[in-house]
């Protein structure tokens, strides 16, 4: 999926700092995967790079069924 933003967010980080954020995923599973790069521009020269996420896995706490 590709979008502006991290939940509708475009923060700015200065070296060192980090951003939280909390999200969620529909599962069709009690179990999946998320993999992906965050696009980020620098702030002084506007050059861009790519912030990779490491694969993660999503667990179902609990069914409803």
Same mark, same amino acid.
């Given at each position: 999926?590709?979008? @502006?933003? $991290? ?9 060192? @700092?980090?951003?939280?954020?909390? /999200?969620?995923?529909?599962? #069709? ?5 998320? $993999?992906?790069?965050? &696009?980020?521009?620098?702030? #002084?020269? @506007? /050059? &861009?790079?790519? =912030?990779?996420?490491? @694969?993660?896995?999503? $667990? =179902?706490?609990?069914? &409803?069924?």
């Amino acid at each position: 999926m590709e979008g @502006e933003g $991290v939940v509708g967010l475009q923060p700015v980080l200065a070296p060192g @700092e980090a951003h939280d954020y909390s /999200s969620f995923c529909d599962l #069709d599973t009690d179990m999946g995967k998320m $993999v992906g790069i965050y &696009l980020m521009t620098r702030m #002084d020269d @506007e /050059s &861009l790079f790519e =912030a990779k996420v490491p @694969e993660f896995l999503l $667990v =179902a706490p609990f069914r &409803l069924n």
